[in-house]
Every structure is written in C-alpha cells, then in structure tokens.
C-alpha cells in the first residue's frame, strides 16, 4: 500500500522559512515522478512543484519559483520542500502526491501538512 | 502556462441525475488530462487519467471524454457518495494546472 508521509508544517511569520518533508513507502520510490500541491483555506487544488524520478528535472509554479526548492533523497525515499520568502498566500494545506506511471496523473496523495503564513 | 476553465462551478443534482462537467484548456494537451474527487477535509482521488481511462477501482458511472481542448466528466445516475468538488487537471506541460473546481450539491 502506497503511503506519503509529510511533516513539517507549522505557524510562521511572513518572510519566514519552513521545510516540510514527505516519507514515502510501498512502492519504488525511485521509479515515480512526485509533487506538492496545495489548497488554500476554502479555495481548489494548485500544483506547486514536480520533480521526476532522478530528480534531474525539477518545475514549480510560477507563484513559488525562485522562493520554494523541491528535493528527493532516493536512498532514503525522502522528499523535501525548503520553502523561503514566505508569503501570507502561502498558506494552504501542501500535500504530497505520487504521479501515475506511463499517465502522469496523481494517484497517490498524502494526508496534508497546514503551513500558515501570519502577517 | 496552459489556463484550464471548469465550468459550472457548482450544480446541484438528485440521486439518479446525470451530470455533465467541462473543462476547456488554453490550447490543446493531448487527452493529457485527469479528473479528481475531493471530499471535505479529504485528500483529492483519482478518477480518470489520460481524458477518457478509468482508474482502477472508480465505478464505471464515471467516464470522460474530450480532444484538443475540450474535456467532459460524465456521471451516470449520482449516488450519495459522489457529493463531492471535482477538478480537472493537465499533464500536457508545466506547470500542471488544475481547473478552479466544480462542487456537485444536492
């Protein structure tokens, strides 16, 4: 059974930092592309930021880019999401999510991790 | 960035209808695209993947269909457990956008 893990989420100021981790289990990490998307309070999905199997090729959304770092650890099965110059729309619960294989849809989603962000 | 409209952004339905939802990309994606279930408090579920392919394990009420830009999630005969937001998404290029959702009421 696939499982996805995060933590690391939390209350921080704005213009804070956070890193949130994901720790995955019951597939071949390796052989997946995996991603972070999140919702705002009361509001739809928004993808935040894929990275593909090696982690040699790495897209965010244009909101996060240049602020948010995705990495995978492969030996470790281990994602992280350094996320800097936080803003007060970043808040929103960031999921974890595994890409379908050959279809990259999402078929697999973590709990959630609540990052807020307070002015 | 490819745009994805959803329309409606919410009906509402009875146990028994059948709902018809669009999703229209700013240019074509290839029938790179999926459809998700989210419940309140929940975690979205995949519900297609590839325009038209059923996942393992969605009752087969579900379909899609589409080409080029235009994308239709079908339910045939809404259950109780189908009250639900569903959102479309494409896979065709980054970033993967999402459509803004559409919430099936009672």
């Known amino acids: 059974e696939v499982q996805l893990l995060e933590s690391g989420g939390g209350l921080v100021q704005s213009g804070g930092s956070l890193r949130l981790s994901c720790v995955a289990s019951?597939?071949?990490?390796?052989?997946?592309?995996m991603n972070w998307v999140r919702q705002a309070p009361g509001k739809g999905l928004e993808w935040v930021t894929g990275i593909n199997r090696n982690g040699g090729n790495i897209y965010y959304a244009d909101s996060v880019k240049g602020r948010f770092t995705f990495s995978r650890d492969n030996s470790k099965n281990i994602l992280s999401l350094q996320m800097n110059s936080l803003r007060v729309e970043d808040t929103a619960v960031y999921y974890c999510?595994?890409?379908?294989?050959?279809?990259?849809?999402?078929?697999?989603w973590g709990q959630g991790t609540l990052v807020a962000v307070s002015s | 960035d490819i745009q994805m409209t959803q329309s409606p952004s919410s009906l509402s339905a009875s146990v028994g209808d059948r709902v018809t939802i669009t999703c229209r990309a700013s240019?074509?994606?290839?029938?790179?695209l999926a459809w998700y279930q989210q419940k309140p408090g929940k975690a979205p579920k995949l519900l297609l993947y590839d325009a038209s392919r059923l996942e393992s394990g969605v009752p087969s009420r579900f379909s899609g269909s589409g080409s080029g830009t235009d994308y239709t999630l079908i339910i045939s005969g809404l259950q109780p457990e189908d009250f639900a937001t569903y959102y479309c998404q494409q896979y065709y290029g980054f970033p993967r956008t999402f459509g803004q959702g559409t919430k099936v009421e009672i």
């Open positions: 019951g597939f071949t990490f390796n052989n997946y592309g």
């Open positions: 999510a595994k890409d379908r294989a050959n279809y990259p849809a999402i078929d697999s």
């Open positions: 240019q074509g994606i290839r029938n790179s």
